[in-house]
T-cell receptor
Framework: AQKITQTQPGMFVQEKEAVTLDCTYD???????LFWYKQPSSGEMIFLIY??????QNATEGRYSLNFQKARKSANLVISASQLGDSAMYFC???????????????FGKGTHLIIQP | NAGVTQTPKFQVLKTGQSMTLQCAQD?????MSWYRQDPGMGLRLIHY???????DQGEVPNGYNVSRSTTEDFPLRLLSAAPSQTSVYFC????????????FGSGTRLTVV
């Protein structure tokens, strides 16, 4: 079974609209972290936002917010007021286990290709 | 502050050749890891390290070897390259502790012919 599922292979959105990118995850750990990364056509991986499993509030970073629904194991990324420069691949990722406990690394979903249209 | 530096950026190998992808970070991060990215597959974890002298396998370790003799460096060795190892390889590092994401290098595009 996939640990990270992104069900939207591609999305087209009009500029200035808000967009929600879906991510569901599967883990039996109580302590974990959820991340979103942006990969523009140039190829670099850009960290956008983080949500810890024990965090009460949804994470926000500028125009990015993470809609965290723990019971549903959902961690959707919301981009407000989309811009042409937001066109890119977006990856949801999870880090399981306690840091210092020996296991580490990120598990990624397959990504969503977001295209912002003028 | 260079962050995570990967070399080379591009490489073409013949089947059966060996090579080492270099990764260095200057942020004094404890955790480092290697990923490969194939079309439609997202990134998959190859090997990771939680400190100097400590490494372990990720999801797709076969055909790759790693060592971590210093905090700064985490090279990835391809023992006998195969066409199935054609991919983009990313190295990443992170501080120890919850709440920290990984900082990624710019990647190495490897083609095995």
């Amino acid at each position: 079974a996939q640990k990270i599922t992104q069900t939207q292979p591609g999305m087209f959105v009009q500029e200035k609209e808000a967009v929600t990118l879906d991510c569901t995850y599967d883990t039996s750990d109580q302590s974990y972290g959820l991340f979103w990364y942006k990969q523009p056509s140039s190829g670099e991986m850009i960290f956008l936002i983080y949500q810890g499993s024990y965090d009460e509030q949804n994470a926000t970073e500028g125009r990015y917010s993470l809609n965290f629904q723990k019971a549903r194991k959902s961690a959707n990324l919301v981009i407000s007021a989309s811009q042409l420069g937001d066109s890119a691949m977006y990856f949801c990722a999870m880090r399981e286990g306690h840091p210092g406990g020996g296991a580490d690394g990120l598990t990624f979903g397959k990504g969503t290709h977001l295209i912002i249209q003028p | 502050n260079a962050g995570v530096t990967q070399t080379p950026k591009f490489q073409v190998l013949k089947t059966g050749q060996s090579m080492t992808l270099q990764c260095a970070q200057d942020m004094n991060h404890e955790y480092m890891s290697w990923y490969r990215q194939d079309p439609g597959m997202g990134l998959r974890l190859i090997h990771y390290s939680v400190g100097a002298g400590i490494t372990d396998q990720g999801e797709v370790p076969n055909g790759y070897n790693v060592s971590r003799s210093t905090t700064e460096d985490f090279p990835l060795r391809l023992l006998s390259a195969a066409p199935s190892q054609t991919s983009v390889y990313f190295c990443a590092s992170s501080p120890q502790g919850r709440g920290y994401g990984y900082t990624f290098g710019s990647g190495t595009r490897l083609t095995v012919v």
